[in-house]
């Protein structure tokens, strides 16, 4: 890899990573030691997204393995949203994704106070970042490691249940 696309990642990396230290809706996921990368637009009921909301991923028990939490500075984009692969060694309930296991997005919108999942949610696949090896996702999304893939979500209202 050269020099000047290792700097064109760390470019996209700092301007589309939120600190996960504290999330309002889910808690952080477990850090692993290796992980896929998610990063698209988001829209919530027609509207960019805003401070506070999040778009979680979880494996097939449910749990969280990936987190991010928009800051409100970049529009409809959300990512780098690293998602985690398994921790080497024994498989305990809190773990990371096996490769190609099926994983689940979910969105929550703190000013809605509202989680959105599965039938409320439309996933598509992008190319929006190209230029910064982030490849169309393929669905259903399943992880690949240290894959780079662009998904669009768009979150609706469609029986939408308030903080659950």
Not at 115 to 132: M, N, V
């Amino acid at each position: 890899m050269t020099g000047k696309m290792i700097l064109a990642i760390a470019a996209l990396l700092q301007i589309f990573c939120t600190a996960t230290a504290f999330a309002g809706h889910w808690p952080a996921p477990l850090a692993m030691t290796s992980y896929m990368h998610l990063a698209g637009q988001l829209t919530i009921e027609g509207e960019p997204p805003r401070a506070g909301d999040e778009v979680g991923v979880f494996d097939q028990n449910g749990n969280i393995i990936g987190l991010h939490v928009i800051d409100g500075t970049n529009g409809n984009y959300y990512g780098d949203l690293a998602v985690s692969g398994e921790a080497p060694g024994p498989v305990t309930a809190e773990r990371g994704a096996r490769d190609q296991e099926l994983l689940t997005v979910k969105v929550w919108s703190a000013s809605r106070k509202q989680e959105y999942r599965s039938g409320e949610l439309k996933l598509s696949p992008t190319d929006l970042f190209a230029a910064y090896r982030y490849q169309p996702a393929v669905l259903p999304l399943a992880y690949e490691s240290n894959g780079f893939y662009g998904l669009n979500i768009v979150a609706t209202g469609m029986g939408a249940v308030a903080d659950r």
